[in-house]
């Protein structure tokens, strides 16, 4: 009986950790959630200044968790972040888009830590899937259509010396060579550092963590928010979400 009184404490004490472990290392967090304006709120430590740029507009209830940013109206839109992280030898970059096929094909980037005056050459680098509708890291390059469209699907990239893993909707689709996130203070979010190739779609719940996600954590961002305040979506839209995702690959 003793033990089985001990059991609820257990496992709220389990449930506590893993919260705490999601938030361990984060150094940006960007929910998205805002109606108006042109500032997005960093929930992490960092509290670093984003601002929204361009024809970008707010999606209120939107979002696979709350609102979400729409960047599909022109190529100007996205978010600029002031903060220089530097280089993190040990990163994940996680983010939820619903991601459109535009016509004509053309560049679509999540990120990107390019500058005019800073290249690939510096460690600065990009994510963005190219015409072929294949994702791109760098000069590393996933097979195409490791994406569903038209809903909202959660990509996470993670680097370290070892490894650099493209995970979609808490799956490992690609895996190469070892790296470093040399972010600096170039930061462009939704678009290429120029602002002339914003995501054909939506963009929701950006994180950037000092450390690479294990795969059980990056399936657990496919279920809920970052901060667990915020994990309930409205109308169950991630209950929903993910069973189209599931779908839509099934009948694959």
């Known amino acids: 009986m003793r033990y089985l009184a001990l059991a609820p404490i257990v496992v709220a004490c389990c449930a506590s950790l893993a919260h705490a472990d999601l938030l361990d290392g984060l150094v940006l967090y960007l929910p998205l959630d805002e109606s108006a304006g042109r500032a997005a709120a960093d929930l992490s430590p960092t509290d670093a200044a984003s601002s929204v740029a361009g024809t970008a507009t707010w999606e209120p209830g939107g979002g696979a968790f709350g609102g979400a940013l729409d960047l599909s109206g022109a190529r100007d839109g996205g978010v600029a972040t002031a903060h220089d992280f ?5 990163a994940t970059v996680a983010a939820w888009t619903r991601l459109e096929d535009p016509e004509p094909a053309r560049w679509d980037y999540l990120f990107d830590t390019r500058s005019r005056d800073v290249d690939v050459d510096a460690g600065a680098t990009y994510l963005g899937r190219n015409r072929d509708a294949a994702f791109r890291f760098g000069d590393f390059e996933a097979g195409p259509d490791t994406y569903p469209r038209g809903v909202w699907t959660h ?10 893993k493209l995970y979609v909707d808490g799956e490992l ?8 996130l040399n972010i600096g203070d170039r930061l462009t979010l939704g678009n290429r550092h120029t602002f ?8 929701d719940e950006v994180a950037i963590w000092a450390r690479v996600l294990d795969a059980a ?36």
């Open 86 to 90: 530097g280089t993190l030898e040990s």
């Open 173 to 180: 689709v690609e895996q190469w060579d070892g790296s470093d």
């Open 217 to 252: 954590e990056v399936r657990t961002l496919t279920t809920r928010a970052v901060m667990t305040s915020r994990a309930v979506a409205p109308a169950g839209k991630a209950a929903l979400v993910w069973a189209a995702v599931r779908g839509a690959r099934a009948a694959q």
């Open 155 to 164: 990509i996470v990239l993670s680097v370290d010396s070892r490894k650099t």
């Open 196 to 203: 002339a190739d914003a995501l054909h779609g939506a963009l």
